[in-house]
């Protein structure tokens, strides 16, 4: 089966870093997204990895190991404007016709 | 990148009553789109694949006779809440996969429509 993990919950401080985790259980492997989710509105792409290691883009960064079924999400420089839900995601393989399966989604809080 | 777009962005309805959201990709064609529902404090939760041109795939234990999908388009995808109740009150989303782009797997979200069922 498919099986997506992450913390339901994290605070941080405005200017910190934070590292997201997210350990996933799949029956093949094509990739993990990550994506932000403001209250109310839809998902927007973060990151697509597929092979090992980390892929920065500016304050955000991504970071994935296939062999520990893990990845994690860092957001350095912490903005207020931060705050959101961050969903990590894999796409079903096997003529699943490309569906998203996602974590619960880890509601992060930035703080003055 | 691509774009999705959703509508209504919200609407009130009585109960018993049917209300449709349309799903559309403004500049690039889906043969494949995906409607999500998300309850308040809670993931996206997958209820169907939209095929174009043919019957859509219901995820286990979403009513197929209840969530009516048409996809009569590449760039139209319709979700019809039928005789909708209280408990149909959640968030809908739909996303789209432009699958002309090199992120084969990368999925593109319409801005949800917020349903709340009186």
């Known amino acids: 089966g498919q099986n997506i993990d992450q913390p339901t919950e994290m605070t941080a401080t405005e200017g910190a870093i934070v590292q997201i985790n997210c350990t996933y259980q799949t029956s093949g492997f094509n990739g993990l997204f990550w994506y932000q989710q403001h209250a109310g509105e839809a998902p927007t792409f973060l990151s697509y990895n597929v092979l090992d290691g980390l892929e920065e883009k500016g304050r955000f960064s991504s970071f994935l190991s296939r062999s520990k079924g893990y990845s994690y999400l860092l957001l350095k420089e912490l903005q207020m404007k931060d705050s959101a839900s961050y969903l990590c995601a894999a796409p079903m393989i096997y003529n699943q016709g490309g569906k998203l399966i996602f974590g619960q989604g880890t509601e992060l809080s930035v703080k003055p | 990148g691509a774009v999705v777009s959703q509508h209504p962005s919200w609407v009130i309805c009585k109960s018993g009553t049917s209300v449709k959201i349309e799903c559309r990709s403004l500049d690039f064609q889906a043969t494949t789109m995906f409607w999500y529902r998300q309850f308040p404090k809670q993931s996206l939760m997958l209820m169907a694949t939209?095929?174009?041109?043919?019957?859509?795939?219901?995820e286990q234990g979403v009513e197929k006779d209840k969530f009516l999908i048409n996809h009569a388009s590449l760039t139209l995808s319709t979700l019809t809440v039928t005789s909708a109740h209280p408990e149909d009150s959640s968030f809908y989303i739909c996303s789209a996969r432009d699958e002309t782009s090199e992120d084969y797997n990368e999925q593109f979200f319409g801005p949800g429509t917020r349903l709340t069922v009186l």
């Open positions: 939209s095929n174009e041109g043919s019957k859509a795939t219901y």
